[in-house]
T-cell receptor, first 114, second 110 residues
Framework: DTEVTQTPKHLVMGMTNKKSLKCEQH?????MYWYKQKAKKPPELMFV???????INESVPSRFSPECPNSSLLNLHLHALQPEDSALYLC?????????????FGSGTRLTVV | RKEVEQDPGPFNVPEGATVAFNCTYSNSASQSFFWYRQDCRKEPKLLMSVYSSGNEDGRFTAQLNRASQYISLLIRDSKLSDSATYLC???????????FGKGTKLSVIP
C-alpha cells in the first residue's frame, strides 16, 4: 500500500460547526504532516508529527487541533472556522530520517466554510 | 532571500517543445531535492528526486549543482498532459522536512 488516504474529499461547514479531517497511511512512515493550500499558492505547512509526537506547529490558530492516535492515523479537528480557512487541506507522510525520500500526499480535503 | 525560488512562469509552449525550469535554494546544508508536479485542484505528486550526478526518467531530466545551489528540470518533447504546476522542493539541513517553492505553471499548447 503506497497511498495516503484522506476523508472526506469535500466538506462544507458552518462557522459554528465542529468537524474532523482524517488521514491514514500504511507505508510505515513515521512522519506525518498537515498542509493548507490556497488557490495558486504552494502548500503551506501547518503541523508535523514525528513518531506520533507533535514536533512542529507553524503558529496555527487554535481552531485547528491536530491529533495522532497511532502511527498510521492523523486527524485534524476543526472548530469555529472562518470563511478565510476555506482551502485544500493536504495530509502527507514520509520516512522520518535525515535527507528523506520525499513526501507522499493524500488527495486532500477541499474545505468550504460558510 | 526566499528559501526556494523558482522561475515565475507561466510557461506556454507548443507540443513537442523542450522546456527548462530552474530553481535556487538558500540553505547550503540541504540534503534532498525533488521536483513535484501538481495538476489543477489535485495533490502534489513526486515527479523525481534530484541527484548531483543528474538523473533522467524518459523525457524528464533533473540536475543539481550544489556549488551554485541550483536545480533544474528539463522536459523534452512536451505533451499536452505535461501541463501542470511544477514545484521545486528542498529538504532542510539534517532534516527530512521539505520546503516548497512557489511553483511554475506550464501550459503545453496544441
Amino acid at each position: 500500500d503506497t497511498e495516503v488516504t484522506q476523508t472526506p474529499k469535500h466538506l462544507v461547514m458552518g462557522m459554528t460547526n465542529k468537524k474532523s479531517l482524517k488521514c491514514e497511511q500504511h507505508m510505515g512512515h513515521r512522519a506525518m504532516y498537515w498542509y493548507k493550500q490556497k488557490a495558486k499558492k504552494p502548500p503551506e505547512l501547518m503541523f508535523v508529527y514525528s513518531y506520533e509526537k507533535l514536533s512542529i506547529n507553524e503558529s496555527v490558530p487554535s481552531r485547528f487541533s491536530p491529533e495522532c492516535p497511532n502511527s498510521s492515523l492523523l486527524n485534524l479537528h476543526l472548530h469555529a472556522l472562518q470563511p478565510e480557512d476555506s482551502a485544500l487541506y493536504l495530509c502527507a507522510s514520509s520516512q522520518a530520517d535525515v535527507g528523506g525520500s520525499g513526501y507522499t500526499f493524500g488527495s486532500g480535503t477541499r474545505l468550504t466554510v460558510v | 532571500r526566499k528559501e526556494v525560488e523558482q522561475d515565475p512562469g507561466p510557461f506556454n509552449v507548443p507540443e513537442g517543445a523542450t522546456v527548462a525550469f530552474n530553481c535556487t535554494y538558500s540553505n547550503s546544508a540541504s540534503q534532498s531535492f525533488f521536483w513535484y508536479r501538481q495538476d489543477c485542484r489535485k495533490e502534489p505528486k513526486l515527479l523525481m528526486s534530484v541527484y548531483s550526478s543528474g538523473n533522467e526518467d524518459g523525457r524528464f531530466t533533473a540536475q543539481l549543482n550544489r556549488a551554485s545551489q541550483y536545480i533544474s528540470l528539463l522536459i523534452r518533447d512536451s505533451k499536452l498532459s505535461d501541463s501542470a504546476t511544477y514545484l521545486c522542493v528542498v529538504s532542510g539541513a539534517g532534516s527530512y522536512q521539505l520546503t516548497f517553492g512557489k511553483g511554475t505553471k506550464l501550459s503545453v499548447i496544441p
